[in-house]
């Protein structure tokens, strides 16, 4: 079997919602729409972690971002008065004794090319991490609404990642294009926003048509060029969609009907899209609720390329699954000890079939879910499965040993009060921008500014 080619696009901060073929009406997605019908898409894919670095570490080394000790953003936050357990130390890099997607694609015989945002540490960097052509943005110039290059540079990059192909094209390659979209600050075409002003936020929406066009023009260039056949073709996100005002934005996305969003262990933070091409392969058209976690991508693709998995990473991989064939079956464990710019609290999570246990770090306490029956996990089954729920935190607590996965220490500067403000008097994780009433928006936006005043960021080394 000849190997097959290898598209990933990996957007930043995209809702698992926010694609018409997801069911969101107010955002206009034909291309990706048309991605989906000719391939399989995923209704429960996962995150590694429901933030930016973490996540992508996770994508790009197979291990999960605990395994790591990358849990949060980088360069992550300060601790504050408001938190009653302080953040564990984290790591600023990959280190090189970690072999990530890059390098094992190229011992397999692949060129590979980088494209956009890396944000895993800047030293090392993607080229020392293997990849063969690297082509960044200087920093803050992603964001320059413009008529012919979109809000986010969406069509600078897609022009550097077809240059890529074009001059790999006889392939195999593997091309990895970040995109910037649609995290804040938002920029979009003002003809874009004109025009999609009855939906939720226009230039949300804006943003993600721009990002579509340019996914059009991949699959145009692709066909023109003859390798759409033999081409792997992954669209997906980060983390889950931002559901609470941040920074200047009074309105971002809703992750409806999942509850919360980027920076919550809840299904809002933690569920992205993802649609998988690949003619012949991977049927068209078909629809799974196979869980699936973005670690799982290193040994995936290397199934799908003929080579073998290495041993040793947290990762499994889905291809027979993609194929037509079983999905792997495994209980799915996450570890976030961070409080977040968006509300999130220190939590573990663990997925064990339809079962949903979240375990709040900074209180001895545990909620309980049925996805299978409550998506929203609105209605918390704890005190009705008090077995289960032992048994999964017992469980938990022995991958986080296994792992080595850093725990929280109490706070000795903790306030109380402040803790409680933005914590426990507004739970933000209820917060449902779709449906929410102008007290609930006033809460909200009173709530942002607390925690605007309570959070102070690193600086990045």
């Known amino acids: 079997m000849n190997k097959p080619n290898i598209v990933f696009v990996l957007c930043d901060d995209l809702g698992v919602n926010d694609l018409r073929c997801y069911g969101r009406a107010d955002h206009v997605t034909p291309n990706l729409d ?42 992550g936050r300060r601790n504050a008065a408001s938190q009653r357990v302080l953040h564990p130390e984290i790591a600023m890099n990959i280190p090189l004794e970690i072999k990530t997607l890059p390098r094992h694609l190229k011992e397999a015989g692949y060129a590979t090319g980088f494209v956009g945002k890396w944000h895993v540490g800047r030293d090392p960097g993607p080229s020392e991490h293997g990849f063969d052509s690297v082509y960044y943005l200087e920093e803050g110039r992603e964001t320059t609404p413009s008529a012919t290059e979109g809000g986010k540079a969406e069509y600078e990059l897609t022009r550097e990642a077809l240059a890529f192909v074009e001059s790999h094209r006889n392939g195999p390659f593997a091309l990895y294009l970040g995109h910037y979209t649609p995290h804040i600050p938002y920029s979009a075409k003002p003809e874009l926003v004109a025009k999609r002003r009855d939906a939720f936020e226009p230039v949300y929406a804006a943003l993600i048509e721009t990002l579509d066009d340019t996914i059009g023009l991949m699959m145009e260039r692709l066909d023109a060029w ?27 996305t809703h992750n409806t009907p999942y509850r919360a969003g980027k920076g919550y262990v809840y299904e809002g933070g933690q569920r992205v899209p993802l649609i ?68 999130g609290r220190p939590c573990g999570a663990m997925r064990d079939g339809d079962w949903m246990l979240v375990e709040h770090y900074d209180e001895d306490r545990a909620e309980l879910y049925d996805l299978a029956n409550d998506t929203g996990q609105q209605n918390d089954r ?47 994780s209820r917060f449902d921008p779709l449906h929410a009433d102008h007290d609930e928006w006033s809460a909200i936006h009173a709530w942002r500014t607390d925690m605007d005043g309570a959070v102070a960021r690193k600086r990045q080394p």
């Open 226 to 252: 003859g390798l759409a056949e033999n081409t792997v073709f992954v669209f997906t996100s980060d983390n889950g969609g931002l559901h609470v005002p941040e920074s200047t934005h009074a309105r971002v």
């Open 382 to 428: 704890a005190a009705e499965q008090p077995e289960r729920v032992r048994a999964m935190r017992a469980a938990l607590a022995a991958w986080r040993r296994e792992i080595g996965a850093q725990e929280n220490a109490p706070n000795p500067d903790c306030r109380e009060e402040a803790f409680r403000r933005l914590y426990v008097d507004v739970d933000p």
């Open 34 to 75: 048309r991605l989906a019908a000719q391939g399989t898409r995923f209704t429960s894919a996962y995150a590694s972690q429901a933030i930016c670095s973490a996540s992508r570490a996770g994508l790009l080394t197979g291990l999960n971002p605990a395994r790591l000790h990358m849990t949060t953003f980088l360069p």
């Open 276 to 343: 998988v091409r690949w003619p012949g392969h991977v049927p068209a058209g078909r629809v799974t609720d196979a869980p699936v976690n973005n670690i799982d991508w290193i040994p995936t693709l290397l199934d799908l390329a003929g080579a073998a998995p290495p041993p040793g990473l947290d990762g499994v991989s889905f291809a027979a699954g993609l194929q037509g064939g079983d999905w792997p079956e495994r209980p799915l464990y996450w570890h976030f000890p961070h409080y977040t710019n968006q509300g």
